[in-house]
């Protein structure tokens, strides 16, 4: 028998669901499933209000996650596989998933196959490259990334995203914007990679640190957002440190800082798309090999079609 450890974090359950979806095929009697959901102590609501959704900023992207409560699962039990799924808050993972990979229980991924499953708007590059890191440096085998990204057109989810996130609401907007979130026949879709572990369960045993779900098309690189997520990053750093400075999430001495991240950052959005369509047009010979250097990075390990 095989072991299939599940550990995830959902707020709206888009992820919830697309784990279901991803092990519809592997609740067999040769494998056996544990699943965790990872409970941060810090209490992150959903919906979120506006100025707590902006006050994990400054941890995220430094990279100071919450204390988690102690999983279901011990110390010292081993698994076959980790099929480990998040979500992307400021182009970093979300700060419960940080958490859970810097805490004594991500012991459990060392020497142990790992497949991240990411659920996100579409800005999911940074995030993706830093879990395979944090992965790295607990001695987890990362052979498969899978990524799943919201519905509807780049200006559209600017809306209909943040609306999902204020409000929990779902449904089509002003009865012209697409609904918010994952579309279901996506997350349907997620059940042939559970189905391809499923039956190929011989290869989670040998040495071989191959990719199981090669040519089933697990992520897609839209080469469009690798600049303006490198300059988001780039402008991300220093606010949040200057934000830090001032104090930890939840004082008051930041709330200042804080609002006026939020205030640039509506007005820094549509600068920073131009901006990279202009740094795209006028130096693509020069970024060209980077570029595509950067999305091969990207689509590794899985690949694409």
């Not at 056996?32 to 100025?51: A, G």
């Not at 890191?133 to 085998?141: D, F, P």
């Not at 572990?197 to 191959?210: E, H, M, T, V």
Request: hydrophobic content about 45%; some cysteine.
């Amino acid at each position: 028998m095989k072991r299939v450890l599940v550990v995830y974090y959902s707020q709206s359950g888009d992820v919830t669901r697309a784990v279901e979806s991803f092990t519809k095929f592997l609740q067999t009697a040769e494998i056996e499933l544990t699943w965790e959901c990872i409970k941060p102590k810090d209490n992150y609501p959903f919906p979120w209000s506006l100025y707590k959704f902006f006050d994990v900023f400054p941890e995220c992207v430094n990279g100071e996650p919450p204390e988690i409560y102690p999983p279901k699962f011990g110390n010292d039990e081993k698994f076959d596989l980790i099929i480990l799924a998040y979500q992307v808050w400021f182009l970093a993972p979300s700060l419960p998933i940080q958490g859970f990979l810097k805490s004594k229980y991500a012991k459990v991924l060392e020497n142990t196959k790992v497949i991240t499953l990411v659920v996100c708007r579409n800005m999911w590059h940074s995030a993706s490259e830093t879990m395979k890191k944090m992965i790295a440096e607990v001695g987890g085998i990362h052979i498969d990334n899978v990524v799943l990204t919201h519905q509807g057109p780049p200006l559209a989810t600017f809306i209909t995203t943040p609306r999902l996130l204020l409000t929990g609401k779902k449904n089509r907007f002003l009865g012209v914007l697409p609904a918010a979130g994952v579309r279901d026949e996506d997350i349907y879709a997620l059940s042939r990679f559970g189905k391809r572990i499923a039956n190929n369960l011989a290869a989670l045993s040998d040495s071989s640190r191959q990719p199981m779900l090669q040519g089933l098309g697990a992520v897609e690189v839209n080469q469009r957002y690798v600049i303006p997520e490198f300059i988001g990053r780039l402008v991300y750093r220093p606010w949040a440190k200057i934000a830090r400075f001032f104090g930890k999430q939840g004082s008051w001495s930041r709330i200042p800082i804080v609002c006026i991240f939020a205030v640039q950052l509506i007005f820094a959005i549509p600068i920073v798309l131009i901006v990279s369509t202009v740094v795209q047009l006028l130096f693509a010979p020069l970024i060209h090999k980077k570029i595509a250097s950067y999305v091969e990075l990207l689509k590794s390990p899985s690949g694409v079609d």
